[in-house]
């Protein structure tokens, strides 16, 4: 897992290298995360990496009934990550990342529960990895690693470590 890890340390690296603009016009967190997507897609040769997909193979991505985690449509009933790394024919779904603005004062519960729904191994379309990412204009602000449906502490302290010694985010 550190592998793929290190590769959205890599885009994340090359993001804050080009997209400053963004933070500096206070550009909206959809346009940052298509941004994101962008970087990460260099990092991920051979798969597809995609904003906002809600389909698993020829499915929409439902959440079991009577989740507690809230939908991102308004029939209640989809869910979709901000960024997706996966291969969509097969389906197999590998990484989903939530992204936020630190200036987004909403709380960051819903991204936290949608990265719980995504990683759980009980679910049919479940991700093998799940990020949380809260960006400002220099750094992450706050990250968080989810496997299994969970936080992975070890994985979080690893991955928040590592952002803090290539200066992109301060250690936990």
Not at 30 to 56: M, P
Not at 61 to 83: A, F, W
Not at 121 to 141: E, M, Q, S
């Amino acid at each position: 897992m550190q592998t793929e890890l290190n590769k959205v340390i890599a885009a994340l690296r090359d993001f804050y290298a080009h997209e400053g603009f963004l933070f500096e016009k206070d550009i909206g967190e959809r346009a940052i995360t298509h941004r994101f997507a962008v970087h990460l897609e260099k990092q991920f040769a051979g798969w597809s990496v995609d904003c906002n997909y809600d389909r698993l193979g020829e499915r929409t991505l439902h959440l079991p009934h009577g989740t507690i985690v809230s939908t991102d449509d308004h029939l209640d009933k989809s869910i979709y990550p901000d960024v997706v790394v996966h291969q969509r024919e097969i389906p197999n779904n590998l990484l989903s990342v939530e992204i936020r603005k630190a200036s987004n004062h909403t709380s960051v519960t819903h991204d936290q529960h949608k990265l719980r729904a995504l990683t759980d191994p009980h679910v049919w379309f479940a991700c093998w990895i799940g990020v949380l990412l809260v960006l400002d204009k220099h750094h992450v602000t706050m990250s968080e690693v989810y496997v299994g449906g969970l936080v992975d502490e070890p994985l979080s302290r690893w991955f928040a470590t590592r952002l803090a010694e290539l200066g992109l985010g301060a250690s936990r």
